[in-house]
């Protein structure tokens, strides 16, 4: 039998999406997690906290506390020699055979398999015949949006019970991406499992659109069926609004539960903050130019981070700290938060049609890193041997590795392409309106000023030592760069943004935006639903790095032994900063 249309989340989470910068809100059972600890007392002085780089490394929380003797010496050993200390990260090698889905709290495992039937994509037959095309959403002539309708008409027709029906479909993405997988394995303790903060994003989203595409293409008979994307990334302000083939309330595209205001908006890339009380106007206030302007240095900021590792994330670490990479963490997820309510919640995001076409655009992004910008993807073998069983157009369970999907040309579908990329010539530039004052060398102080709560409405400062290594070479290099590392605490459900600043004095914050070399970026996190019978975990500790080396060339700093940085909260009351420094990767 067919389903009725999904719900959204509860009215909760509907007030959340339909105000014009999300505020607070939370997914839990009024039992499931406690409370992060309130603001401690800090004298004055204290506020403005000098970390040096040595003292840093001890305020490690969560599961390093509890190996602080071996761990805390390796990395002070390392931290002496100048160079990155390496995160703590157990793991096990993630394959399909390792994950196991969970129906707990009502929730129905989508497109279970038969592990005895299982093929593996390597064995399947190369496609023969032109390759799919993907075309930019706001190009589409009337002729293909009929397709694309038709195509997506067709797999909400479709009964429950098909592995290939939209109900299915949107909820691989909800259990992959709300922690309804666990890693069971003899080598590890039972963890959750979602493909969030980490380098699996990428990949694992490639090979989920990889065959939803597919069964598109299939169900109205058309093998060349490429899905559009999104391209929220060029100089044509009108491509960063919603496609308009989303809005027409009688196409099966469209999804009643969104953020009204954002249906036919300018986005925001950068989801800066709406007027706040005593402050000045937003920049770029009703000025689309500057907002089309900002969003391309964001982009630029984004796509243009040094190592694979900045871009990607690191490893998906069953026990240990997990560090998000510029691909999830930048216009991807500002996309999810703008368009709000169903896609503003990682539980209901694939529920809205737009999301595929959101993250046809993420796989461009990263196509278009592997090819015009040339750079290499990660070495790990650990994460090329990466595996996952989805259903083909023919309900197949088909096995698939991260090996499998590097090059889109193997996969057969290809990019529509304009020649002219506008970010990439978007580095930002120092600000010429901030005074910088003569401040004598602040003097370092212990971390123990960590952990530090971020309140919307109160900037914090730190100070934080470079490594020698890269004071004496005056800056760092491509091949090993300097990043800020951020070690966090994030409640799970809440939406959360923050801002980080460099070398700004201190009160002329809003001098500085998203086209300054002193905005080093932000920190953005997408709810989750919680829809894991209370089962998820009480806190989520990630890490997020920011690259510095073209900021210390553009402020002439490269010989300073220290930065400053403000971190700006815009969203969320109960994330946590557990710890502040600077390595060289």
């Known amino acids: 039998m067919r389903s009725k249309p999904l719900p959204p989340l509860d009215a909760c989470f509907l007030r959340v999406s339909t105000a014009p910068r999300p505020p607070w809100a939370s997914c839990r059972a009024a039992a499931c997690r406690a409370e992060l600890q309130p603001r401690p007392v800090v004298d004055e002085s204290l506020v403005r906290r000098n970390i040096d780089r040595r003292d ?15 761990l805390g010496l390796a990395l002070a050993a390392d931290a002496d020699a100048g160079a990155a200390a390496e995160p703590l990260c157990a793991t096990v090698p993630i394959t399909a055979e390792v994950l196991k889905c969970s129906a707990e709290g009502g929730f129905h495992c989508p497109a279970e398999y038969d592990a005895t039937k299982v093929v593996d994509f390597s064995s399947l037959p190369l496609l023969s015949g032109p390759p799919r095309v993907r075309r930019p959403a706001h190009k589409l002539d009337d002729e293909y949006v009929k397709k694309f309708e038709e195509a997506v008409r067709r797999m909400k027709e479709l009964d429950d019970d098909d592995p290939r029906s939209f109900k299915n479909q949107s909820g691989i993405h909800e259990a992959y991406c709300d922690a309804h997988y666990r890693v069971v394995s003899a080598a590890s303790p039972e963890v ?14 490639r090979m989920y659109i990889y065959f939803f595409e597919r069964i598109l293409g299939d169900l109205i008979g058309d093998p060349t069926f490429g899905l559009p994307y999104w391209n929220w990334d060029p100089g044509f302000g009108f ?39 005593n402050l000045p106007e937003p920049e770029c206030t009703d000025d689309i130019l500057c907002l089309i302007d900002n ?12 190592t694979p590792e900045e871009f990607h994330g690191g490893k998906f670490c069953t026990a240990g700290k997990k560090y998000t990479g510029s691909l999830e963490n930048g216009a991807h997820t500002a996309a999810h ?43 790990y073998q650990e994460w090329l041997d990466t595996s996952f069983v989805f259903y083909d157009e023919a309900k197949r369970p088909v096995r698939i590795r991260v090996q499998d999907v590097l090059d889109t040309s193997k996969l057969g579908y290809r990019f529509e392409e304009k020649k002219k990329l506008e970010w990439m010539q978007k580095r930002p530039k120092p600000s010429s309106e901030i005074k910088r004052p003569f401040i004598a060398q602040r003097s370092v102080t212990p971390a123990s000023a960590f952990p530090v709560p971020l309140k919307k409405g109160q900037n914090e400062y730190v100070t934080v030592e470079r490594p020698e290594k890269a004071q004496a070479g005056g800056g760092s290099s ?18 959360v943004k923050f801002d980080v600043l460099v070398n700004v004095p ?32 009480e806190t989520q500790e990630v890490s997020y790095r920011l690259k510095l080396r073209e900021i210390i060339e553009d402020l002439k700093c490269g010989r300073d032994k220290r930065l400053d940085f403000t971190i700006v909260p815009v969203a969320g009351q109960k994330t946590l900063v557990n710890s502040v420094r600077i390595d060289i990767l």
Not at 56 to 67: I, N, R
Not at 343 to 352: I, Y
Not at 517 to 530: L, Q
């Open 56 to 70: 840093v490394l001890f305020g490690l929380t969560g599961f390093a506390a509890v190996t602080t003797t071996n």
């Open 192 to 205: 959750n499992f979602d493909v969030q903060y980490s380098s699996i994003f990428a990949p694992w989203h």
């Open 239 to 277: 491509r960063m609004v919603m496609p308009s083939i989303f809005a027409n309330e009688g196409s099966p595209l469209y999804d009643e539960f969104r953020t009204p205001e954002h249906v036919r908006a300018f986005m925001d890339l950068n989801l800066g903050p709406a007027k706040q009380p």
């Open 295 to 306: 969003n391309l240095y964001s982009m630029y900021r984004q796509m243009t981070v040094d």
């Open 337 to 379: 938060i703008w368009v709000g309510q169903n896609m503003g919640n990682l539980r209901t995001a694939a529920r809205d049609p737009v999301f595929y076409s959101n993250h046809s655009n993420v796989d461009r992004m990263w196509h278009l890193r592997s090819t015009k910008l040339g750079q290499p993807d990660l070495p």
């Open 478 to 495: 491509k091949k090993a760069p300097e990043v800020l590392v951020l070690d966090l605490t994030v409640d799970p459900c809440e939406y």
């Open 506 to 537: 201190r009160g002329q914050e809003e001098k500085v935006g998203p086209k300054n070399s002193e905005y080093a970026g932000s920190f953005t996190h997408v709810p989750h639903g919680g829809g894991d019978g209370g089962r998820m975990m």
